[in-house]
């Protein structure tokens, strides 16, 4: 995997962002915590996520096994058996100031190459780019307001928030990067 350090660019600030963690997490855990009070999730705890990694791919650090024959794990040490659909949540943050506030990314992205095993590439996608209005609230118009910028329906796509990414405000963001069809609107 590439350094993600790498492509990340600073927005003229003079801290760089930071990726501090990549998981891979089952595709098909993609789902919302309950919401028992009407705004705040709670973190589902079984959220299959692939942590086995093989040491023998020492050119790679870590190297997880991921896919079908692999198997995940929930947030209580459950298996969940592997599937090939894999997302990949990364934990990124910028500061405006050094020792400001963390904020979240200007923009995210990806790019898969062939490794230790040959396979196709996929060229460098941008996930999510932050810029002008990237939630299009159709309750207002398709229009980006403070109120779609907290609707859980729509920023849920860009952010993981359960029991191994927590999300939160200030602290922590945990970017789905795959959750993307490379349009810049969040939907």
């Known amino acids: ?17 930071v990726v501090s963690k990549i998981a891979f997490r089952l595709g098909g855990d993609d789902t919302s915590g309950k919401y028992p009070d009407g705004k705040t999730e709670s973190r589902s705890p079984d959220h299959g996520y692939f942590t086995d990694t093989d ?25 969940k058996p592997g599937s090939s659909a894999i997302d990949i949540v990364a934990e990124a943050t910028d500061r405006v100031k050094a020792g400001g506030w963390l904020v979240g990314v200007k923009s995210i992205g990806f790019e898969v190459l062939p490794g230790y095993y040959s396979g196709s590439t996929i060229g460098e996608l941008t996930s999510f780019d932050f810029t002008g209005e990237f939630t299009q609230d159709p309750v207002n118009g398709n229009k980006q307001t403070y109120s779609s910028l ?9 952010y993981e928030n359960d029991a191994q990414s927590p999300s ?20």
């Open 1 to 17: 995997m590439d350094d993600p350090l790498d492509h990340l660019v600073s927005i003229g600030d003079v801290s760089a962002p």
């Open 55 to 79: 040491v023998s791919l020492s050119s790679y650090s870590p190297a997880y096994v991921l896919g079908e024959e692999a198997i995940a794990y929930d947030f209580l040490g459950n298996f």
């Open 150 to 158: 907290s609707n859980r329906n729509l920023v849920r796509t860009v």
């Open 168 to 187: 939160q405000d200030s602290t922590q963001y945990f970017h789905t990067v795959t959750n993307t069809d490379e349009d810049g609107i969040v939907e």
